[in-house]
């Protein structure tokens, strides 16, 4: 009887095992069978010259987030369905598509297009914001050049004056905080720049400028102490019929780090700096 109850129940089992992998097989071709069947539809729609149903089958890849299929049939219908009553969403889209897919100076440009063209569109903020945002995907690291950044900071100012109540304000303020930032350690980092190679002139006329347009930055301190140091290397090495306006001009520049911040981070190295210059200019008093 054990025996019997033992084989039935083995018998169940070695069943429902080969019932599992059949519905593996039929689920298997059920997928099979989908994925030929859309990529059946998609080649006939890119070889189609209806363009209905290029543009129907390009709506069924974006909303599967098949974006690369989307935009292929995208590229060619949408100068045809420019002036289109489907043409706000085609664009709309086409837009989506290129930023889901990471090509920001494309969709920059799509969704740029799109605003432009649909002023009175409820997409239209959301296109200007990504449109801007596309170009600080596009900002490259501070060292580099900053024309990406540059219109960045542009678009999102744009976008800002033009939605001053959107949602979207937050974020759109932080990266243009981020944006002015790198723009700003770029300026210094050139500025200093010329500190580094010894060219002490430039160095201080660079760190006047900087100064003058980032009144703001978060790197005012350290352009103080530069533009001191440049001042005080130009004038200890300077021949004695320039030394002793240099030397001033180098105490008048301690003066002004020391006014921004009595406590500065740089102190000790400059007020031994300074000590220097008031021991060389004795020798002018006599």
């Given at each position: 009887?054990?025996?019997?109850?033992?084989?039935?129940?083995?018998?169940?089992?070695?069943?429902?095992?080969?019932?599992?992998?059949?519905?593996?097989?039929?689920?298997?071709?059920?997928?099979?069978?989908?994925?030929?069947?859309?990529?059946?539809?998609?080649?006939?729609?890119?070889?189609?010259?209806?363009?209905?149903?290029?543009?129907?089958?390009?709506?069924?890849?974006?909303?599967?987030?098949?974006?690369?299929?989307?935009?292929?049939?995208?590229?060619?219908?949408?100068?045809?369905?420019?002036?289109?009553?489907?043409?706000?969403?085609?664009?709309?889209?086409?837009?989506?598509?290129?930023?889901?897919?990471?090509?920001?100076?494309?969709?920059?440009?799509?969704?740029?297009?799109?605003?432009?063209?649909?002023?009175?569109?409820?997409?239209?903020?959301?296109?200007?914001?990504?449109?801007?945002?596309?170009?600080?995907?596009?900002s490259p690291m501070y060292s580099?050049?900053?024309?990406?950044?540059?219109?960045?900071?542009?678009?999102?100012?744009?976008?800002?004056?033009?939605?001053?109540?959107?949602?979207?304000?937050?974020?759109?303020?932080?990266?243009?905080?981020?944006?002015?930032?790198?723009?700003?350690?770029?300026?210094?980092?050139?500025?200093?720049?010329?500190?580094?190679?010894?060219?002490?002139?430039?160095?201080?006329?660079?760190?006047?400028?900087?100064?003058?347009?980032?009144?703001?930055?978060?790197?005012?301190e350290d352009a103080l102490f530069?533009?001191?140091?440049?001042?005080?290397?130009?004038?200890?090495?300077?021949?004695?019929?320039?030394?002793?306006?240099?030397?001033?001009?180098?105490?008048?520049?301690?003066?002004?780090?020391?006014?921004?911040?009595?406590?500065?981070?740089?102190?000790?190295?400059?007020?031994?700096?300074?000590?220097?210059?008031?021991?060389?200019?004795?020798?002018?008093?006599?």
């Amino acid at each position: 009887m054990q025996f019997v109850f033992w084989s039935l129940k083995n018998a169940f089992k070695n069943y429902e095992i080969h019932l599992r992998k059949k519905m593996k097989k039929i689920i298997s071709l059920i997928v099979l069978v989908v994925f030929i069947s859309s990529c059946s539809e998609y080649q006939k729609a890119l070889k189609s010259e209806d363009i209905a149903v290029k543009y129907n089958v390009s709506v069924k890849m974006y909303d599967k987030a098949k974006y690369e299929k989307a935009i292929r049939l995208f590229e060619q219908i949408a100068p045809s369905y420019k002036g289109k009553p489907q043409a706000e969403k085609l664009f709309y889209m086409y837009s989506q598509a290129y930023y889901k897919t990471e090509q920001y100076y494309l969709a920059g440009y799509q969704f740029e297009s799109f605003a432009s063209s649909y002023p009175k569109s409820e997409k239209q903020e959301e296109a200007l914001f990504l449109g801007a945002k596309c170009f600080t995907k596009l900002s490259p690291m501070y060292s580099l050049d900053q024309t990406d950044t540059d219109k960045a900071v542009d678009k999102l100012q744009n976008f800002i004056d033009t939605y001053p109540n959107s949602t979207y304000m937050p974020e759109a303020n932080t990266m243009v905080k981020e944006m002015r930032n790198k723009i700003e350690k770029k300026a210094f980092e050139n500025a200093k720049q010329y500190n580094t190679i010894s060219d002490y002139k430039a160095a201080q006329i660079a760190f006047d400028n900087f100064i003058s347009d980032f009144p703001g930055t978060i790197y005012k301190e350290d352009a103080l102490f530069y533009k001191f140091d440049s001042a005080y290397k130009l004038a200890i090495n300077s021949i004695p019929s320039k030394m002793e306006e240099r030397l001033r001009s180098a105490k008048s520049a301690y003066a002004s780090l020391n006014k921004f911040k009595a406590d500065t981070k740089y102190k000790t190295k400059a007020d031994e700096m300074l000590a220097k210059i008031d021991k060389d200019l004795q020798q002018f008093s006599k």
